[in-house]
């Protein structure tokens, strides 16, 4: 699978390139899937935002509101009823997987469940597409300073990178670059911080950053 993992979405030219580059298609011809999931984990999210995730309303214009040929809806949390004969199809015929942010436990959790993590290695030619915990849940740790959900029993997630994922760096009065070296230096692996026109591209392993913003690597 490749990984295109971002903190704010597709927010600029560049970004939207990588993209573009990993599909080896225009965004136009790819069909996507959204998976909202990882918002019901966090006490910010809710219906609301939900609703204009799947909807693609214009505040996730750099995400579900890019001109995809088709957009669909994956809740996680409903797979494991509907059984793997229903929901693999679905996935395997997704050029892209847009993965919304929220709490990243709760959604490397609800992964794991319906089975969708242990699908990703055979996912060859499907682009995952990141945004905030979207990105981190793919990661082996998040510090817990970004576990919002009360279930979560600590701060690791899947671990399919080897790197952690600092995002929204200036965003906001917690996410500054002194805040995200403090939260890098308790973990034990590489960590990025990455403002919202930063992203990663991960492709047989080799991790490229692709910026037209901030962007820091706190722990090599």
């Known amino acids: 699978m490749k990984l295109l993992l971002t903190s704010g979405g597709i927010t600029n ?9 990993l599909l080896g298609m225009p965004v136009g011809e790819a069909d996507a899937l959204v998976v909202p999931t990882a918002q019901w984990g966090h006490p910010m999210c809710g219906p609301a935002s939900v609703r204009g995730l799947v909807a693609a309303t214009p505040s996730f214009r750099h995400f579900t509101a890019l001109p995809w040929a088709s957009l669909g809806v994956l809740e996680l949390t409903a797979l494991p009823t509907v059984g793997k004969d229903r929901w693999v199809p679905w996935v395997e015929a997704a ?3 847009l993965v919304d942010g929220g709490d990243a436990t709760y959604l490397a959790h609800w992964l794991r469940e319906s089975g969708l993590a242990a699908l990703l290695p055979e996912l ?4 995952w597409v990141g945004m905030s915990a979207g990105s981190m849940a793919l990661t082996p740790r998040i510090g817990q300073d970004f576990v919002e959900w ?6 690791r997630t899947l671990g ?4 952690s994922i600092f995002p929204h760096l200036g965003a906001f009065p917690g996410n500054s670059l ?3 070296e403090r939260w890098a230096a308790d ?3 590489p960590a990025y911080a990455l403002d919202e026109q930063s992203a990663l591209t991960v492709v047989d392993g ?4 692709v910026s037209e913003g901030e962007w820091h690597l706190l722990r090599s």
Do not use: C, Q, Y
Not at 124 to 127: A, E, L, Y
Not at 160 to 163: E, G, N, P, R, T
Not at 206 to 209: C, G, K, L, M, N
């Open 124 to 127: 060859h030619g499907t682009v």
């Open 95 to 97: 050029d892209v997987l």
């Open 187 to 189: 973990l034990d692996n």
């Open 13 to 21: 030219d560049s970004i939207h390139a990588a993209l573009e580059d």
């Open 206 to 209: 080799v991790v490229d950053v």
């Open 178 to 180: 002194e805040h995200a």
């Open 150 to 155: 009360a279930g979560a029993p600590d701060d």
């Open 160 to 163: 399919v990178v080897d790197f």
